[in-house]
């Protein structure tokens, strides 16, 4: 499969994820980005996107997207794979509140910049792994 300009837009883009630059990802972001989590909550604004960014880097200090697969139609991308993480909570210990998630992502690209980037992933898998982690026993 041959890789368009969107492609390597929205892979850049999970690798400033992965990188956990905030910054960079706002300069692969339209004006108009809208940012929707897999509930559905939508964020829009440069402000309230570092916000969001940032808090979910803090919250999640290894936040990884692992991408297995993706493919466009135009200027949309569709990416599947993983993201994984531990949950921070303050003064606890990330790596016994460690989940992996399937997910899906959905990318807009215009002008070589996200326009839209939507979360598909599994909500309660990953609740579900935080819950198992808190209940089970130290080590």
Excluded at 19 to 46: I, K, N
Excluded at 60 to 89: K, M, Q
């Amino acid at each position: 499969m041959d890789e368009t300009d969107a492609d390597r837009v929205a892979l850049r883009f999970v690798n400033e994820i992965n990188r956990h630059d905030v910054e960079a990802l706002l300069a692969l972001t339209s004006p108009d980005h809208v940012f929707v989590d897999a509930r559905g909550h939508e964020v829009r604004g440069r402000d309230r996107l570092r916000e969001a960014w940032t808090a979910r880097f803090a919250r999640c200090p290894d936040y990884r997207v692992v991408i297995e697969h993706h493919l466009h139609l135009g200027a949309v991308v569709g990416l599947f794979g993983t993201a994984t993480g531990s949950d921070a909570e303050p003064g606890g210990d990330p790596a016994a509140r460690r989940w992996k998630s399937p997910a899906a992502w959905r990318a807009v690209v215009r002008d070589g910049r996200i326009e839209r980037w939507q979360v598909y992933g599994d909500e309660a898998t990953m609740r579900r792994a935080l819950t198992e982690a808190v209940a089970r026993p130290p080590v």
